[in-house]
């Protein structure tokens, strides 16, 4: 596949220096990008800007994902036109964004996205500047509207494979970064000082890592190195924005990859404080169980199956629930009043770090609650729970945690069973059941303590 990208350009494997004032320039020649792949949209937006005497060009994963011979997601415009000045010659287009200003133009569904050439902030003591680009005390940028030339804007993006400028005119491809070259080698590589970069904006580690996992690509060496010591600038990244960036992370198809990355990078604890204590306690349990939820969700999305967020951060979740659980019951608290109580402590804490919808957080919470209730099966209480429509997201679940190693002593199985069963067979597993079933009417204990219960009557696998 990349053999075609290089037809008549090569370069040699060395080390480089972060970026050049001169930029390489491929003729169409010399790369295996089509002007006739690239959305007729982005195009025209380009063409027109052009035409108004402004410099304009595609550029970014777009560019990338082409000489990957990937389908990009979507496509970007860099363009030395300020955003009123795009917008004024669009009808179509809205400007959006404080911290990072950037004009919409639509076309039906399709939105190409242009962003003016951004520059390197002023000093410190530039107060003239301080309304378009500003910093936190930790270096994390929380403006970024100064605008400079097309040189500037290549060092300014994150990663080199990123900063690829294509102008469908001539059919060039301008590389102020060396990005050809780390697309040959497949590396990740931050433009500049990589402890800098992470500052000004700490998601460019998660990039990192969900490039890394998405092209199959390595982190380059110096710019993994700091990754580490950095994870905790984290914390200060507003949950609603983590949030979607995990999204990003776990439902593009790489999820298990992606996963194991994270912890490589010390990353995973700063998304998910409660489940990394979790896999401390209990790596073998918790690992499986996260690890097995992600490869199925990678599984179905290569199969173009639908997933829910709030299946998935369920799974990420539940390794956390019962120990929990077990601490409220060791206070005196009934098994499902702690098991709610648990439920709704774990994910207000998650909610903190990432800002999980309410249309997510409440399917959970249902998913969590079958898991108390699928053992329940006497008399009309198993077609009832049939009915439910959370019952195939709660069955899935059930199935997931005997997966990795749970005991409950062939739930799985008999749900199984009886969801393929007639009516007149479904009757007969039901009288079967019996005094075993943990649904069976209880008699009140007048003495002796509660007895403990981890969620869903059953014991994770030690």
Aim: neutral net charge; hydrophobic residues 35%.
């Amino acid at each position: 596949m990349l053999k075609k990208l290089f037809q008549s350009f090569r370069l040699p494997l060395r080390r480089i220096p972060h970026a050049r004032r001169t930029p390489e320039i491929l003729s169409s020649r010399q790369h295996s990008l089509q002007r006739s792949e690239i959305s007729r949209h982005a195009v025209s937006v380009v063409e027109r800007l052009q035409q108004a005497g402004y410099e304009a060009y595609v550029v970014g994963g777009c560019v990338r994902d082409l000489l990957l011979e990937l389908n990009p997601k979507d496509y970007d415009v860099a363009t030395s036109a300020t955003p009123e000045q795009v917008r004024a010659e669009f009808r179509n287009a809205r400007v959006i964004g404080r911290r990072f200003k950037l004009v919409h133009v639509h076309f039906g569904r399709e939105i190409i996205e242009v962003a003016t050439f951004r520059a390197n902030h002023p000093e410190e003591d530039d107060d003239d500047a301080s309304h378009l680009a500003s910093r936190n005390e930790s270096g994390r940028i929380l403006r970024d509207n100064i605008y400079g030339t097309l040189d500037d804007d290549a060092q300014r993006r994150d990663f080199t494979i990123n900063a690829l400028y294509y102008d469908p005119t001539s059919e060039r491809i301008l590389d102020h970064t060396h990005g050809v070259h780390d697309i040959r080698n497949r590396l990740i590589r931050l433009i500049g000082d990589p402890e800098q970069r992470y500052q000004e904006d700490p998601v460019r580690m998660l990039r990192a890592v969900r490039f890394a996992a998405k092209l199959d690509f390595e982190i380059e060496r110096h710019s993994a190195e700091p990754i580490a010591d950095l994870a905790d600038l984290l914390d200060g990244i507003p949950s609603a924005r983590l949030f979607d960036e995990t999204l990003k992370l776990f439902l593009g198809g790489k999820a298990e990859r992606t996963f194991e990355l994270l912890l490589e990078y010390d990353l995973f604890a700063p998304l998910f404080p409660a489940s990394a204590a979790a896999l401390e306690r209990n790596p073998e349990y918790a690992g499986t169980l996260i690890r097995n939820a992600l490869a199925n969700t990678d599984l179905r999305i290569q199969q173009g199956k639908p997933v829910t967020p709030a299946f998935l951060f369920a799974a990420l979740l539940w390794p956390a629930l019962p120990a929990r659980v077990l601490e409220l019951q060791d206070r005196g608290m009934p098994p499902i009043p702690a098991m709610q109580e648990a439920a709704h402590d774990i994910i207000w804490e998650q909610c903190q770090r990432t800002a999980i919808p309410k249309r997510f957080t409440i399917p959970m919470r249902e998913i969590w609650d079958m898991q108390e209730r699928l053992p329940r099966r006497q008399g009309r209480r198993a077609d009832q729970l049939l009915e439910n429509p959370r019952f195939r997201a709660g069955y899935d679940f059930l199935l997931l945690r005997e997966s990795a190693g749970e005991q409950t002593h062939g739930l799985g199985d008999w749900w199984t069973d009886y969801q393929e069963a007639s009516d007149s067979e479904r009757r007969v597993m039901i009288r079967n059941l019996g005094s075993k079933d943990d649904s069976a009417p209880r008699k009140r204990r007048r003495s002796g303590g509660r007895r403990r219960r981890s969620p869903g009557a059953s014991t994770p696998a030690e």
